[in-house]
Nanobody, 114 residues
Framework: QVQLVESGGGLVQAGGSLRLSCAAS????????VYWYRQAPGEKRELVAT???????YYPDSVKGRFTISRDNAKNTVYLQMNSLKPEDTAVYYC????????WGQGTQVTVSS
């Protein structure tokens, strides 16, 4: 049974930083692409970071230069380092992994105050 558990969310002031973690069980991250999405209230879910099996990373312009996705194969964990946070980054953040199907975690709330 695949389980993804996100952690590290919280309340931070604008300009601050947070590091989210996504720990997996029942699946190995390294051979599969892993994604971080976010969803703000009333908004569609938005892809904010991708790391491929080869380690390539991709970001939309909205977070490029501020967010960094990384993977620790020994811990089977993927991270999202978020710097220079803005109030518009407030959302529930989800990690997901693609392996035949797309598995999702339960999400972690990030709130950025102005």
């Amino acid at each position: 049974q695949v389980q993804l558990v996100e952690s590290g969310g919280g309340l931070v002031q604008a300009g601050g930083s947070l590091r989210l973690s996504c720990a997996a069980s029942g699946i190995i991250f390294s051979p599969n692409p892993v994604y971080w999405y976010r969803q703000a209230p009333g908004e569609k879910r938005e892809l904010v970071a991708t790391i491929t099996s080869g380690g390539s990373t991709y970001y939309p312009d909205s977070v490029k230069g501020r967010f960094t996705i990384s993977r620790d194969n020994a811990k089977n964990t993927v991270y999202l380092q978020m710097n220079s946070l803005k109030p518009e980054d407030t959302a529930v953040y989800y990690c997901s992994v693609l392996s035949s199907v797309l598995y999702w975690g339960q999400g972690t709330q990030v709130t950025v105050s102005s």
